[in-house]
């Protein structure tokens, strides 16, 4: 038996407050750089590899170091936008493999930007060891002020059993170099559509984050067909 992935209700709820977050919704946050839409720009490809979303409204993980809790609020087109306990927001790509297209949150929020991709190449999925996928990114940040651009290469690596706080789950690595120089480590489970551990190389050393906790929601229901007779 793997990781306890499905919890009832009453049981994520016991997860996510035993993690120190809250599981009240938050309102809506306020957004600081125009979206792509807003903008007048098309959206650029962005699935990877994938035929659909591997997540569902509602799905909720919390990460240690430090301890957070997001939520997936909405799935738009090829678009997924999440929320957090702490009132933060983000819009990612159906995979979270992908770096975060879009993040801010209230007036508390000291982080807050956007993220284009470009000149996007290859896929990742379905996972395999020697798929590999590259990209231009063209970060603008508004707090603090900044920008950045960089190209990012990611390649799947070997299957690997990995155990985090959340259990036992079955993985693939994952590695992504930014200009050449080895930034993000992904140990990714396709049971959950999610990596359950990641490293970051950060200017003051490694950062490491697991999962501690895990919710699914539900999936969304197709529409029933109509008899002849109510058309």
């Known amino acids: 038996m793997g990781i306890r992935w499905v919890f009832s209700a009453a049981g994520a709820a016991a997860v996510l407050a035993a993690a120190g977050c809250s599981t009240a919704e938050k309102p809506p946050v306020r957004s600081y750089l125009p979206s792509d839409a807003q903008a007048g720009l098309a959206l650029p490809r962005l699935d990877i590899g994938l035929s659909k979303p591997p997540l569902h409204k509602g799905d909720t993980f919390v990460f240690d170091n430090p301890p957070e809790q997001w939520t997936v609020i ?32 209230g007036s508390a929020n000291l982080d807050s930007g956007l993220r284009r991709i470009s000149d996007l190449n290859g896929s990742l999925f379905p996972l395999k060891t020697g798929n590999k996928v590259s990209f231009v990114e063209h970060r603008t940040n508004a707090r603090p002020a900044g920008s950045f651009t960089g190209r990012w290469e990611c390649e799947v690596g070997q299957p690997a059993e990995v155990v985090v706080p959340a259990g036992k789950a079955q993985t693939w690595e994952v590695t992504c170099l930014v200009d050449g120089h080895e930034r993000m480590f992904f140990n990714y489970s396709e049971d959950i559509g999610h990596y359950v551990r990641y490293a970051i190389d950060t200017s003051g050393g490694p950062i490491i984050r697991q999962l501690t906790g895990y919710a699914r929601g539900k999936p969304a229901q197709a529409p029933a067909a109509s008899s002849p007779a109510a058309r």
């Open 74 to 105: 909405s799935i738009e087109g090829p678009l997924v936008g999440w929320q957090s306990t702490a009132g933060d927001y983000m819009q990612t790509a159906w995979s979270t493999l992908l770096p975060p297209l879009r993040w801010g949150g």
